[in-house]
Structure formats: C-alpha cells, structure tokens
C-alpha cells in the first residue's frame, strides 16, 4: 500500500517492482488530495494489471491515506511503502512469512537511502540519521516502536483496522512523527516491533537547501506536538534536547537562536557558509552548517507549537475573565 502526494515521477521508479512481483497480492495506492497527472497514470496500469487498485481522497496526511488504504486491502498483512521506495525482490512475502511465524507484531524493513548523482549534503545528513537508527533497532529492540521510522513496514490488517492508523488531530498539518505517534500506539495495544535488515528496499532521497529547512522547522513544530500528544509517555519537549550533543559553543548558539533576530543573522551566515562549501567540494564544513541549521531549524518550529499554546491558553483565560464578568466572546 503506497500514499502519494505529488509522487507522479517517484511512482515511476516504485510502483514496477511491485507489478512484478508474484508475492504481491494486490497494490493499492492512495492519492492523497492533489493529482499531478498520478491519476491517469493509474488508471492505465490498473487497466493492464487487475492487482492494481487505487483512489483518490481529500487530503487528510499521509496516515489518512494509508489508514484509507488499510480499510480497502483484502489480505491478511498490508506492506506500507512511502511512494519514493523502491521494493527489492520479494519484499512482500519476506514481509508476509515474518508475521506468520508470530502474530500481534509491527514487521520494519529495511531501506537504504541513495540519490541520483552526486548525494547533496540533505541526502548525506537523512542516511546517516537513518543508519543510526537502524543500529539503534538492533542493539535496543524496545526502541523499534517508541522511535518508528516507516516507509517500509508492515501490520496485520487486523491490527490495522484495531489500532488505526490516522490519529485524529495529528497528522494532517504536521509532516513528521506521525510514524513514531503510530508506533507508541501500537506499543500501548501491545504488538512487539521486528527489525530485519533482510527486508530490503531502496529510499530514493532528494532535497533542496530550501525544502531542508522547511523540513528541520516542521520536524521541531511535529515533535513538539508529539510531546503534548504522549505526554505521559515522553514528557515534555525540553528545547535543550534539540541541541544535545552539540558542543558547548554550538550549544549557546542555537539557545542565542530562540530570540528571532539573532535567528535570522545567524541563519544568513550559515547559509551562505553552506553554499560556498558546497561549491567548494568541502564536505565536512558543508555537513556541519547544515547540521546546525537543522537544529536551529527545529528549535523554531518547537518554539512555534509553544508560542501557539500559549497563546490559545491566554486567550482562553481572558475569555472565561470576560465570562465572569458579563462580557461576551465572539467565535
């Protein structure tokens, strides 16, 4: 099961594979609000390949989709692939013959990230995070589910259909966590996370410098949500957490960087630090800016979901002070 939004070309790259293999029962793609010609494309393959199904919903975020894409499959385990992973051979019966073996597990495969040509330092720092967190799975297994990393995972669908995996009130504004707001479900209803390096498909990354640090600023404003959503759980976002492991220099100047004029001189200087090293060929210094620009990056959009809450709650406490004293309120 694939959810896709604006996925046309990679769909090209991942969808074949699939069409080829025989332990693919059925491939069912979501469409998630917006058709970029994904639709036609569809269409004519559903037309040569009875296995291929597919819809088209409102956009709700990709939980919604692939929530829509469980309610739709007729098999008893559904694989869930981001649209730009490309399935190695046999992935799905792999996949399949794990959860047969035991029941009530969430199975994660495994998908090394490569790029066409030369890796920009966006796709370098997204590997490297990645590999870490596999290495992460293998030696703490526990961490498989309160740290998920989808797009190459599988459930039964009866698991599926019981936990759900659309969280209403997250998931459709924020662009990250909403694998690891899954998984802490899934530990909660009581399934056991299975990480095989076995299970292998290919992650087909690639950013820009400017979708970089969009990115950085929703995966802080994500996780700052997903603090408040399992507080009990995780506790809360502490902003220091965003630059641990820095050193002590570095550290100062991401918490110089929560004041928004420091923020914006810092952040042009290291930008074009960025540039000129990567012009250069300098790699470790290209690695390193982009590295602090994502911490500062996520502290931003950490700081947003707090100001936003506090704002709500200011405005909530005015509004039952005007209550009491007579006054009204409009919505």
């Known amino acids: 099961m694939i959810p896709t939004y604006r996925g046309r070309d990679a769909l090209r790259h991942s969808l074949p594979p699939l069409v080829a293999d025989p332990s693919v029962g059925e491939i069912i793609v979501i469409v998630d609000g917006l058709d970029d010609g994904s639709v036609d494309d569809l269409r004519r393959l559903s037309r040569l390949h009875s296995n291929v199904r597919w819809e088209y919903v409102p956009n709700g975020g990709e939980m919604a989709a692939r929530d829509r894409g469980a309610e739709l499959a007729r098999g008893e385990v559904v694989l869930f692939l981001d649209q730009d992973v490309v399935a190695?051979?046999?992935?799905?019966?792999?996949?399949?013959?794990?959860?047969?073996?035991?029941?009530?597990?969430?199975?994660?495969?495994?998908?090394?990230?490569?790029?066409?040509?030369?890796?920009?330092?966006?796709?370098?720092?997204?590997?490297?995070?990645?590999?870490?967190?596999?290495?992460?799975?293998?030696?703490?297994?526990?961490?498989?589910?309160?740290?998920?990393?989808?797009?190459?995972?599988?459930?039964?669908?009866?698991?599926?259909?019981?936990?759900?995996?659309?969280r209403p009130g997250f998931g459709q504004r924020e662009r990250y966590h909403s694998d690891r707001e899954l998984g802490l479900r899934?530990?909660?209803?009581?399934?056991?996370?299975?990480?095989?390096?076995?299970?292998?498909?290919?992650?087909?990354?690639?950013?820009?410098?400017?979708?970089?640090?969009?990115d950085s600023r929703s995966q802080g404003s994500s996780l700052a949500r997903l603090h408040q959503l399992h507080g009990k759980t995780l506790g809360p976002l502490?902003?220091?957490?965003?630059?641990?492991?820095?050193?002590?220099?570095?550290?100062?100047?991401?918490?110089?960087?929560?004041?928004?004029?420091?923020?914006?001189?810092?952040?042009?200087?290291?930008?074009?630090?960025n540039r000129l090293a990567g012009a250069a060929g300098a790699t470790k210094a290209e690695l390193a800016t982009g590295k602090l620009l994502r911490r500062i990056g996520q502290q931003r959009g950490a700081l947003w979901v707090a100001q936003s809450r506090s704002e709500t709650q200011s405005s909530s406490a005015s509004g039952n002070e005007r209550c009491r004293r007579g006054g009204t309120m409009k919505f």
């Open 88 to 166: 190695g051979p046999g992935l799905a019966g792999r996949h399949a013959r794990l959860h047969a073996a035991s029941p009530h597990r969430l199975v994660v495969g495994y998908m090394p990230t490569t790029a066409a040509g030369r890796p920009s330092f966006t796709t370098r720092l997204y590997a490297r995070d990645y590999e870490r967190r596999c290495s992460g799975y293998e030696t703490d297994p526990e961490s498989i589910l309160t740290h998920l990393w989808g797009g190459n995972f599988s459930l039964r669908r009866s698991d599926c259909l019981a936990i759900r995996l659309r």
């Open 186 to 214: 899934c530990k909660q209803y009581g399934l056991v996370g299975v990480f095989d390096r076995s299970l292998r498909a290919t992650h087909l990354h690639e950013r820009d410098r400017a979708a970089f640090l969009q």
């Open 238 to 273: 502490r902003l220091a957490a965003l630059a641990a492991g820095l050193p002590f220099p570095l550290r100062w100047v991401v918490a110089a960087c929560r004041l928004r004029p420091v923020e914006r001189v810092v952040e042009a200087g290291l930008l074009g630090v």
